[in-house]
């Protein structure tokens, strides 16, 4: 069997999707792979890749045509679209909803998509786990970009003509991103803070060194939360945290489920069977969501650099910020909105703009790992590497191992999309069903 690695074609896209260590290890596993010349750009070069035991071939069509497996980073684009074949796998992120009319395509033309949106948030996947790799990777970025902007110094400073006081920075959002960037914000010597919809992050927030935006009410009942704490962490938060733990080196502890973190999804799923009880369930959720704006926009004027990290798969991001909102920011503060692609969390982002609003400015970064190519590059490898070994059966002397999908493997049958003409994922499903009756 032979995987291919493409040069990405997006503009501004500088990551690949395997790096030289990536292709060894496939090559220990009985694969061959052929790589396009100048697929690692400046940081990764053909000759490495030929001592990992990669072939190098001229352009891209020639990895399209020889490869059975084409591994990248984007979606295919409509050139390359035009030299898939039928029968060949495609693995890239692929986010099933936005991108239903593009898995419709594949499927027409007998292409097998594989999804790195779509694999299961368990613990037995951690280690294909893209999104949290590159959500890592760009909750780092946008904590420096935020400093960057900023016309202050980050950390307090002492000197000759005096002290400097720390820049205040404020997270919305703890997710992986959210709270790689508290981490971040830390190192750097802000005083940062961070706001979650979910209480139970406050634990995770402060074991960071950053301050959980709470109500005075709500911390006058932090006896009563210890104790319901004391239950374990809700299913899906443990694979969360413990990716972030991985992230800095550091070992999941053994108190997690032993069972594994469970799927992050059940959590979505509960949210949203509660957007539709309606009724007195629903004002309460307005009320909250009135009082927590009300609180972030309480702290909106001591604040420097305000970090939006909130996305909700297959939705537009959810808007944190308004308009108002930004206007009660002191003059020369900063919003970076790391939800910019997906529509922002905040009213007045421009995606791959800079706003400027009340002398405020709001940066709507685009592809934020794509800055820091060379490892974000390595941790996305690693992530397709472990997706490919699940899928392919071990080599031996006589040749590569073949792709075995097993859809009883709750890991395959999240990640593939389509498979022998039939779209499989429910989502692509939903989404195409919903379009067909907008048309009509």
Not at 161 to 168: L, N, V
Request: hydrophobic share 40%.
């Amino acid at each position: 069997m032979k995987v291919g690695v493409a040069k990405e074609t997006v503009e501004g896209e500088r990551r690949v999707a395997l790096v030289p260590e990536g292709v060894a290890k496939l090559r220990d596993r009985g694969l061959e792979v052929v790589v396009e010349a100048g697929a690692g750009r400046e940081y990764n070069l053909d000759s490495v890749y030929e001592e990992a035991g990669a072939e190098i071939v001229s352009d891209a069509e020639e990895v399209w045509s020889q490869a059975d497996l084409v591994a990248k980073v984007r979606a295919p684009t409509e050139d390359e679209l035009a030299h898939v074949h039928d029968g060949q796998f495609v693995v890239s992120f692929l986010a099933p909803v936005p991108g239903a009319d593009l898995v419709k395509e594949l499927a027409e033309r007998g292409v097998t998509a594989v999804s790195m949106d779509a694999i299961p948030r368990i613990t037995r996947a951690q280690s294909m786990d893209a999104l949290s790799s590159q959500s890592s990777v760009a909750g780092y970025k946008c904590m420096l970009m935020g400093a960057d902007a900023l016309g202050k110094l980050v950390p307090m400073m002492t000197t000759a003509a005096g002290t400097t006081k720390a820049a205040s920075v404020l997270v919305l959002g703890a997710g992986v991103a959210g709270l790689q960037a508290i981490a971040m914000g830390t190192r750097l010597g802000a005083d940062v803070y961070a706001f979650d919809i979910r209480p139970e992050t406050k634990e995770q927030i402060e074991s960071l060194g950053a301050t959980f935006v709470e109500e005075e009410e709500e911390q006058d009942s932090e006896p009563a939360q210890e104790e319901a704490e004391d239950e374990g962490p809700r299913p899906g938060l443990v694979g969360l945290w413990d990716e972030l733990k991985l992230a800095f080196g550091v070992q999941p502890g053994s108190d997690s489920d032993s069972n594994g973190a469970g799927d992050a999804s059940e959590d979505q799923d509960d949210e949203e069977d509660g957007e539709d009880t309606g009724g007195y369930a629903q004002e309460q959720d307005e009320d909250k969501q009135q009082r927590d704006q009300e609180l972030i926009k309480a702290r909106l004027g001591e604040t420097d650099i305000v970090l939006t990290t909130a996305l909700v798969p297959g939705k537009d991001a959810p808007t944190l910020l308004t308009t108002e909102m930004v206007e009660a920011m002191p003059a020369g503060s900063v919003v970076i909105d790391l939800a910019a692609e997906a529509g922002g969390n905040c009213e007045l982002t421009q995606p791959g703009e800079t706003v400027e609003h009340e002398h405020v400015r709001v940066i709507g970064p685009l592809d934020l790992p794509s800055g820091v190519p060379v490892h974000a590059s390595q941790l996305y490898s690693r992530n397709v590497v472990s997706l490919i070994s699940h899928l392919v059966t071990d080599g031996d002397d006589d040749g590569g191992g073949e792709i075995e999908l097993d859809f009883e493997d709750e890991i395959t049958d999240g990640a593939v999309l389509c498979h022998g003409g039939e779209i499989r994922h429910e989502s692509v499903r939903d989404a195409l069903s919903q379009g067909d009756k907008a048309e009509t």
